[in-house]
């Protein structure tokens, strides 16, 4: 049933997030008509923000999946958009709706600066869930986006044997590189050397990337449903000898 939620919670980020942010301006605006008013939106922002959170904690905490998307379109493997940021956006938002319909926006000093950090921090992550935060393998090298910018990574700049697993329940992963002159950042807050990792297994993502730095000869067919299969394979097969860059 959850994971049902979470699926379509990522398939429909943008029309959820976009009813999210009409439905906590509609309360806010609402709650200053009438007493009456105030208090059954107020309760009905709250509830709702606290929902919101609550399936936000329920996505983090759940197993990640060992799967990428297949996108033959764009020629690349991708994690999926995370269910955990796009509830944890919704919730910001009515949370922030309740907060406006409450304070008196001629208030001074703190009561105003309260409400301005609370509202930046409700457009950072809508602009994070809106635009979704992913890793994609493709046959030049590892990509990923941020609402803030992109890191790009050849497969050449990365070091053989690199990455390592890192621990389980890890949320980023640390890349290692040989030739760092070949990343590309773009953005006004650019990525370091670490990738966002929360709607993956650590284990698998930090696999498949390693296996395609230390297996150059399979790249160019990065995207394709076959290679997906071939790379699955790959991964689960025993090996034949000692494998680089496992952390024991």
Not at 98 to 110: D, F, K, P, Q
Request: some cysteine; hydrophobic content about 50%; glycine content about 8%.
């Amino acid at each position: 049933m959850l994971a049902a939620i979470f699926a379509v919670t990522v398939r429909y980020r943008r029309p959820i997030l976009a009813i999210a942010l009409v439905l906590a301006v509609f309360l806010a605006v609402g709650r200053r008509l009438s007493p009456s008013l105030d208090l059954i939106l107020g309760h009905a922002a709250f509830l709702v923000g606290v929902l919101a959170c609550l399936l936000a904690a329920l996505a983090w905490r759940r197993s990640r999946p060992a799967a990428l998307l297949v996108k033959p379109e764009v020629r690349a493997f991708a994690t999926e958009p995370s269910a955990s940021q796009i509830f944890m956006a919704a919730g910001l938002t009515f949370v922030a709706s309740l907060s406006l319909g409450t304070v008196h926006l001629a208030g001074e000093g703190l009561f105003m600066v309260l409400p301005i950090l609370l509202l930046v921090a409700v457009g950072v992550h809508l602009a994070a869930g809106w635009r979704g935060v992913a890793v994609e393998l493709r046959p030049e090298g590892v990509h990923q986006r941020d609402f803030t910018g992109s890191l790009t990574v050849p497969w050449e700049a990365l070091a053989p044997g690199r990455p390592s697993r890192p621990a389980v329940k890890a949320a980023t992963l640390a890349l290692t590189y040989a030739q760092p002159a070949l990343v590309r950042r773009h953005g006004i807050l650019p990525l370091g050397r670490r990738l966002r990792i929360d709607n993956v297994h650590p284990w698998f993502i930090a696999d498949t990337i390693r296996y395609y730095v230390d297996h150059p000869q399979h790249r160019a067919a990065i995207g394709e449903p076959g290679e997906y299969q071939r790379l699955r394979h790959a991964l689960t097969s025993p090996p034949t000898g000692p494998v680089s860059g496992h952390a024991s």
